[in-house]
């Protein structure tokens, strides 16, 4: 999780590395190139065989809880990438300049996603936790039949469906 | 082999954490087995109870025991000895002890160099010994436990390094047929002196792929041995007599006992790692646990003291081979045992447990030995369902109430 990849493989061009299944290295932050990527690799695949896409996209947080992000990387490093590639600014931009839409209206988008995201949240909050009975759930696809029981083989016993 | 006594004098103390007392118990012990070059002895004040049935082999260092206790405790009671550390520093400082004593011992796995390690063990260890002997290797587990075994094979003494245990499924193959087996099918010519660690357990709401509990899986591998730590103390120990060992050692961690806090001694000591570890001495029932668990059982033995039991916790740190000296014994004195373990109930390391108590010692039960461990279900994201899928210490105490009636 912190280490480049430089650092991790001699050859960090990934996509060269498939020997006879042909590669192809997108730029995974700009999401119309992503979209053209994949629709020529679905072409080439339905007709010739497998192909590897290497999108190359960045990570701004860290890779998990106990990880921070900024003891590999600087700051700078994060908010230039930010900046320059992030997704959703390009598509922003180019709406912008290509006059498809008006300000307002992508601002309007941005607060209508805002409210859905906010409500699912506070939704998912007053959720109650699962019950205890859910913890044999989808453990086989078809049940044997079988009893299960708690760790002191009296509570919690079920039988798997 | 150069037989070098090594012992460890241990005050005993009230841990705030846990707020039990701990009592070094007595057992000199020598294995006919397997030559050891370390030996260690806890130091006590009844020094007659493990060495009244002893071999008049163990005559030879009862003495040096006796000799060797006098001269710590004078030296101990002047201030409180040793230092206070977390239990990932231990192993820092075991490790970086080996390293510094022997200049074949490496390390190596994913970002454990410059990251210094993803449960800071390795922290500040590649900038001292350098990026080759403090190895960050990409991530194929696979590649490099075979490139660990390689090393070994050749007179390097690596340590390898799981992120978490639950990735070293992927180098099964080569746990299993490489690391266990070559000794064997080389006709001794390759020893494989590797140590392979990393946490494992079920932690805080990690999802079911990283709360894997690989002890039951790894247990059936022949020419492996396995430990489990839970103490800075026995961590620091283990990890030490695990390098030292020619033996492939799994030394097992767990993820929520790294932060724990305890007192270790300032002097070199090398535990033994197939000596279980006498927690807590009792009368009425022997419970037998290792790693986290330990920690519910001794919350549980705070509530069966104050109903009137007597327990008996044993830690037993080595999960293999199992010390059934230590386990016998206790079985011989209570007659009622109490597995406590996370592993899962089909094929964990209670079930092989429970079978050998009852292979060895089926004439001194007076009780089937109930064993209690997690479900047999992938271990859940939700918080509450998580715990009902580990021991709790409520479920520990209804189980000894109902053992003992």
């Given amino acids: 999780m912190g280490t480049a990849e430089w650092r991790a493989a001699k050859s960090p061009a990934y996509y060269k590395r498939g020997d006879y299944v042909p590669g192809l290295k997108v730029d995974g932050m700009d999401a119309l190139a992503v979209k053209q990527a994949c629709k020529f690799a679905k072409e080439h695949a339905l007709k010739n065989g497998p192909i590897i896409l290497e999108m190359d996209t960045y990570r701004y947080h860290g890779h998990s809880m106990s990880d921070p992000g900024s003891t590999y990387r600087t700051r700078d490093e994060i908010s230039g990438v930010r900046q320059e590639r992030d997704p959703i600014e390009r598509i922003r931009k180019l709406i912008l300049s290509h006059d498809i839409a008006a300000e307002k209206e992508l601002k309007d988008i941005e607060k209508e996603v805002r409210k859905e995201v906010d409500e699912a949240i506070a939704k998912a909050k007053e959720s109650p936790l699962p019950d205890p009975s859910e913890l044999f759930t989808n453990i086989y696809v078809k049940g044997l039949g079988t009893e299960s029981f708690g760790a002191d083989r009296k509570e919690l016993k079920a039988v798997l469906p | ?405």
């Avoid at chain 2, 120990?237 to 033996?247: F, T």
């Avoid at chain 2, 292979?359 to 479900?375: G, T």
Wanted: proline residues 5%; hydrophobic residues 40%; contains cysteine.
């Fill in chain 2, 1 to 405: 082999m150069a037989a070098a006594i090594m012992q460890g004098v241990r005050a005993t103390k009230d841990l705030s954490s846990a707020n039990y007392k701990r009592s070094c118990f007595a057992t000199p012990r020598s294995l006919p087995e397997r030559k050891r070059s370390s030996f260690v002895i806890h130091c006590d004040g009844n020094l007659t109870s493990g060495l009244n049935n002893s071999s008049s082999r163990s005559v030879r260092l009862s003495a040096n025991a006796v000799s060797t206790k006098q001269e710590n405790v004078a030296a101990s009671t002047a201030s409180k000895p040793g230092h206070e550390l977390l239990l990932f520093e231990a192993l820092r400082e075991g490790l970086e002890e080996e390293m510094d004593r022997d200049p074949r011992v490496c390390v190596m796995g994913e970002d454990v160099g410059h990251y210094g390690g993803s449960y800071k063990v390795t922290k500040g260890l590649a900038a001292k010994y350098g990026d080759l002997r403090v190895l960050d290797t990409p991530i194929a587990e696979n590649s490099f436990t075979g490139m660990a075994i390689g090393a070994a094979m050749t007179g390097l003494r690596p340590i390898i390094e799981g992120m978490n245990m639950g990735f070293l499924l992927l180098a099964f193959n080569q746990i299993s047929n490489n690391c266990g087996m070559l000794h064997y099918t080389s006709g001794g010519q390759f020893k494989i002196p590797v140590v392979i660690r990393g946490p494992g357990g079920v932690g805080r709401q990690l999802g079911a792929e990283h709360s894997q509990r690989l002890e039951s899986y790894f247990q059936s591998i022949p020419g492996i041995q396995m430990v489990a730590c839970s103490t800075p103390y026995n961590a620091k120990g283990l990890m030490k007599a695990a390098i030292r060992s020619e033996n492939p050692v799994i030394l097992f961690e767990h993820v929520l006992l790294y932060n724990l806090k305890e007192r270790i001694p300032d002097e070199e000591y090398v535990l033994n790692l197939e000596e279980a570890e006498m927690v807590r001495p009792g009368e009425h029932v022997t419970i037998l646990t290792y790693s986290r668990m330990r920690y519910h059982v001794m919350q549980a033995a705070k509530t069966l003291v104050n109903r009137g039991y007597d327990p008996e916790v044993i830690d037993i740190r080595s999960l293999k081979p199992f010390d059934l000296y230590t386990i016998g014994n206790s079985v011989k004195k209570t007659h009622r045992v109490l597995i406590v373990e996370e592993c899962m109930r089909t094929g964990g390391i209670g079930a092989s447990l429970t079978a050998s108590i009852n292979e060895n010692f089926h004439d001194y039960l007076d009780a089937p030995i109930v064993c209690l461990s997690s479900q047999d279900v992938p271990t859940p994201y939700a918080g509450t369902l998580e715990e009902w899928t580990v021991v709790q210490p409520a479920q520990i105490v209804a189980a000894v109430e109902q053992l003992c009636q």
